[in-house]
């Protein structure tokens, strides 16, 4: 739920309720977040945005104090809401930032989880920064929490922007909470070359321009990328990086401990690490159908490949996390005509086949909210591209021939793998589709493992 200041003031919650304070509020993933915590935990609380203008936030803050439990402060009242506070913790005493407030006891007391969110973002990654060479990429608030959270740990961090001054007054800050703290400023075109972390903490290369990067090049030690835009999932400060030799991070994760903190902050509660890897798992979904709809134009997503390459399992599995019907084509095709496929092939011919194929293909693609997938052979036909490519993201199921193998090893249901030499037919029917599946796909995914190749695909869109 997303308030007003006029709605605000008469509103009346019903249960323990928290709230996110910024201005303008816009598009926030906080209530999402936040309700699946609450589920997570067995809390019976709801969580609501409000657009606080910086003139009412005085009286906005009032208001919270007597009615809600805790708030959430997001741009512009991070700082701004530090002199209305009675305490504040340490590591937000020094960021000049509150991103977290808790009343207890007649008293409101500041804190910045952000930072703990960060630092769990680099944990679970397994990234110590002690003696490490790190580069940041800007100087705002979210900048501010990273540093300190650098030179915390003993790292040596170098500060770049467009603006050296901003960056400098960053170091001079850092500098006075964090005595003897190792920091440089450098113009982003002598960066150092012995980076060996790189932190983006910019709004650059966010939806919708997502091409764009703070560099055109990073430093070619770096070893690992943490990028705090997560929307795309992957950006292009992220693509910057040689995958041979370097690990990448978007800022979801931080997003959602960061939230996790809050809760523990406002009710004492804490979370396993796999219920907020649950949540996150989720919320990739939950984006992913967001981003078919607003960057692609699409309302289904369609799997293809080869026969064998895992696209039941992957598609099942796809739209249990973006909350998305499941349908297999062929499974479609068998319910309708009342006939297993070996059996249409031998009683009909290939010929009928496709020709069925063709039209259920067609009546599918014109459902919405779906995750489809496509028979092995169906790209073969252009005028199912064309139907599926209408409606659909058509991604391909890239998965290795070795992997292909072993799952079709199992199989004895493959009409066209019925001849004496199965594997050399297999080899000869995988050379003779691939280049048709990347040429009909809008994207390929690669992996052998499951697990790998949802998350690629759920990233990838």
């Not at 006029?6 to 209530?31: C, D, I, N």
């Not at 500098?175 to 650059?204: E, F, K, M, W």
């Not at 984006?287 to 997503?301: D, F, P, Q, S, Y």
Request: hydrophobic share 40%; aromatic share 8%.
């Amino acid at each position: 739920m997303l308030l007003s200041m006029e709605q605000f003031r008469v509103f009346q919650p019903e249960k323990p309720t928290y709230a996110l304070f910024g201005w303008p509020l816009g598009h926030t993933m906080s209530p999402e977040l936040h309700a699946q915590l609450f589920a997570a935990s067995g809390q019976d609380a709801d969580y609501i945005g409000v657009a606080v203008p910086p003139e009412d936030l005085p009286e906005a803050f009032e208001l919270a104090k007597r009615r809600l439990g805790g708030i959430n402060c997001t741009i512009p009242h991070k700082k701004a809401v530090i002199p209305l506070l009675d305490e504040v913790d340490t590591a937000a005493r020094n960021l000049h930032s509150v991103n977290t407030v808790a009343f207890r006891d007649g008293k409101a007391v500041g804190y910045n989880t952000d930072i703990l969110g960060f630092a769990e973002s680099l944990t679970r990654d397994g990234i110590r920064l002690r003696g490490k060479k790190v580069l940041l990429l800007g100087y705002g608030g979210a900048a501010s929490v990273m540093a300190y959270h650098c030179v915390t740990q003993g790292a040596y961090l170098t500060i770049t922007g467009r603006n050296l001054d901003k960056a400098e007054s960053l170091r001079q800050q850092l500098c006075a909470a964090v005595p003897g703290a190792h920091i440089a400023v450098y113009n982003r075109r002598h960066i150092p070359r012995d980076i060996q972390i790189v932190l983006n903490s910019t709004p650059v290369g966010m939806y919708p321009r997502e091409n764009a990067a703070p560099l055109h090049y990073l430093p070619h030690k770096a070893e690992y990328v943490f990028d705090a835009i997560y929307n795309p999932p992957v950006t292009a400060t992220m693509r910057l990086a040689n995958p041979k030799k370097a690990r990448v991070r978007d800022g979801l994760f931080m997003l959602v401990m960061q939230a996790a903190y809050a809760q523990t902050v406002w009710s004492g509660v804490r979370f396993e690490p796999q219920a907020c890897e649950t949540i996150l798992r989720r919320t990739y979904g939950k984006m992913a159908v967001k981003r078919l709809h607003e960057k692609h134009g699409k309302r289904n997503i369609v799997l293809c490949g080869f026969m064998g390459s895992g696209k039941t399992t992957i598609g099942r599995k796809l739209a249990r996390l973006t909350g998305l019907e499941f349908i297999d084509a062929d499974q479609y095709l068998e319910a309708r005509e009342g006939k297993k496929i070996p059996d249409i092939f031998a009683e009909q011919g290939e010929a009928y086949f496709r020709d069925r194929e063709c039209a259920y293909i067609r009546e599918l693609s014109q459902r919405e909210g779906i995750v489809l997938s496509l028979g092995g052979g169906a790209v073969l036909r252009p005028e199912n591209v064309k139907a599926v490519r209408e409606t659909g993201l058509l991604i391909h199921l890239d998965t290795p021939y070795y992997r292909i193998l072993k799952n079709l090893s199992y199989s004895n249901t493959r009409p066209l793998l019925a001849g004496p030499d199965k594997q050399a037919e297999t080899r000869r029917l995988y050379n003779a589709r691939k280049a048709v599946y990347h040429h009909a796909a809008d994207i390929s995914v690669r992996s052998p493992k499951i697990s790998e190749v949802l998350e690629k695909v759920v990233k990838s869109i």
